[in-house]
């Protein structure tokens, strides 16, 4: 196999597995053996293996030898370190946009996934928002510029989103999360950055209780 289609195919097998995981279609505690998830995709087993092993180094799979692999637990202690980086890393990162004044034309991505948002929770389409809700973040995350930052945080993102995933339903309408992102917008449009910081350490803040009360309270911190 050229070289080239190798990486083609490994690549479409981690895209394709990351977004079974991500969408919990293969949900927590998920396992299988090598050639089964291979039949699942269609492919052969090679690109899946070695898809299985980037996936491993990002925390959402194990392989257990002779066995397969394994979909990680959502686990409340990973989640709750999850979240203190991301409210580390984040709202510097986007303070530091907020100095740079973007213009109109540079905020139009976020405003567009902030008015979808809102039109999901109008809709009361939870799948829908967390697209927008998604799409914001990796935008932000694009505009900052710094490629190290994005590559570790949106590996990050990945664990978060199937946790959300599993809990979306089990809590009210995300309407805080929703305003609080219209406002973080409207301070990164002012050129303000200590409001921008302050609005996304506040917003990384509030979610992560949120889902931490509820991975506690529905005994999901092993799923």
Do not use: C
Not at 37 to 42: P, S, Y
Not at 53 to 59: K, N, P, S, V, Y
Not at 123 to 143: C, G, I, Y
Not at 173 to 202: C, M, N, Q, W, Y
Request: aromatic share 4%.
């Amino acid at each position: 196999m050229p070289r080239a289609d190798k990486s083609s195919r490994v690549s479409d097998a981690y895209m394709r597995l990351k977004d079974e995981i991500r969408t919990n279609r293969m949900p927590p505690g998920f396992q299988a053996p090598e050639p089964e998830i291979a039949l699942r995709l269609g492919m052969s087993r090679t690109p899946v293996r070695e898809a299985l092993i980037r996936l491993e180094a990002e925390g959402l799979v194990e392989l257990i030898p002779r066995r397969g692999a394994r979909v990680k637990p959502i686990n409340a202690d990973d989640m709750r370190e999850i979240y203190e980086i991301l409210t580390s890393l984040e709202p510097d990162a986007a303070a530091a946009m907020a100095l740079r004044n973007p213009s109109a034309a540079e905020l139009a991505p976020l405003e567009q996934a902030t008015t979808d948002m809102e039109m999901a929770l109008i809709e009361k389409n939870l799948d829908a928002w967390a697209e927008a809700d998604d799409r914001f973040h990796l935008t932000l995350l694009e505009m900052q510029g710094n490629r190290r930052l994005k590559g570790f945080v949106e590996s990050l993102y990945d664990q978060v989103h199937r946790a959300r995933v599993v809990t979306l339903r089990m809590r009210d309408l995300p309407t805080k999360s929703t305003a609080e992102h219209r406002d973080i917008l409207e301070h990164l449009r002012r050129g303000d950055a200590v409001a921008t910081r302050e609005a996304f350490r506040h917003h990384r803040q509030r979610a992560a209780k949120e889902l931490l009360d509820i991975l506690e309270k529905y005994k999901l911190g092993q799923l």
